[in-house]
């Protein structure tokens, strides 16, 4: 394992000990809404210190970008954490969480650990090394039509005026495809469709944490991944699309005849 990777592991493991400290407790957690349908807790904010503690000790001169906490640091080098992904999931007892961690360096995601404490899966990559589940090598599915696609999708709540034309594109998929789902973990989600769990992926407006591990995830068990329409920058808007190589470009076609666009901020 990659030395900088095992060290985003350690720090996943010991944000999740928070999550699981904490899971039997969460009528008596401090939660407050960030925004609408935004929910966070101590749980975040305490499981995000711990891997940001962890990072920090090894790699004292590097950036990090948390959920929570922001962005701190100069440096080429930039931690992108989402230490409790699928918050409203865990408030409601809903077992479908992750810890998320992805190192970038110069714009470009190198390492990446997706950890679903509740099923003990470690889900890993570093760029040119392929994607592990437990260290066992990861494939994406070998679905070639969308007719025999398993689908997983996130709805867009936190923004009235995607909603309708959201439920447009939605109703196309499901016409076609063997199923949807909605786990509420994008983080889960992306690294789903690297396992062959899933076949594809869609949602609008997520943030950089949300993204950047299941995309070298993704990338690195020969799937593919990027944003739905042409001239979007997908880690600074939200909008991600990944799948198997051959169902990619069919959900992309689907998604541009009925766009669904986040403005910029």
Not at 87 to 113: D, K, W
Not at 169 to 180: I, M, P, Q
Not at 194 to 200: E, F, K, S
Request: hydrophobic share 45%; proline share 5%; net charge negative.
């Amino acid at each position: 394992m990659h030395p900088m990777l095992n060290i985003a592991v350690r720090a996943a493991r010991r944000a999740a000990t928070v999550i699981l400290r904490n899971i039997e407790r969460v009528d008596a957690l401090d939660v407050s809404l960030k925004g609408r349908r935004d929910y966070v807790c101590s749980v975040d904010r305490d499981a995000e210190m711990v891997a940001i503690d962890t990072l920090r000790t090894a790699y004292p001169d590097h950036q990090f970008l948390g959920e929570e906490s922001g962005g701190s640091g100069n440096s080429d080098f930039v931690w992108i954490i989402d230490a409790l992904d699928g918050t409203t999931n865990y408030l409601h007892g809903y077992p479908q969480v992750a810890v998320s961690i992805a190192l970038e360096f110069r714009g470009e995601v190198q390492q990446a650990v997706v950890y679903d404490p509740l099923r003990d899966e470690l889900f890993t990559a570093t760029r040119g090394s392929g994607a592990q589940l437990n260290n066992r090598r990861l494939r994406v599915s070998r679905c070639r039509a969308l007719e025999a696609a398993q689908l997983a999708t996130g709805f867009p709540v936190r923004d009235d005026r995607l909603i309708d034309p959201y439920l447009l594109s939605f109703s196309k998929f499901l016409h076609r495809v063997d199923g949807v789902r909605n786990g509420g973990s994008p983080a889960l989600d992306l690294a789903y469709v690297a396992a062959g769990r899933l076949d594809g992926f869609w949602e609008f407006g997520l943030k950089p944490w949300d993204i950047a591990a299941g995309l070298l995830l993704v990338q690195e068990a020969g799937g593919m991944i990027g944003p739905p329409y042409p001239d979007q920058d997908m880690m600074r808007q939200g909008d991600v699309v990944a799948a198997t190589p051959k169902i990619f470009p069919v959900m992309l076609e689907i998604l541009r005849e009925h766009p669904v666009r986040v403005l910029s901020s």
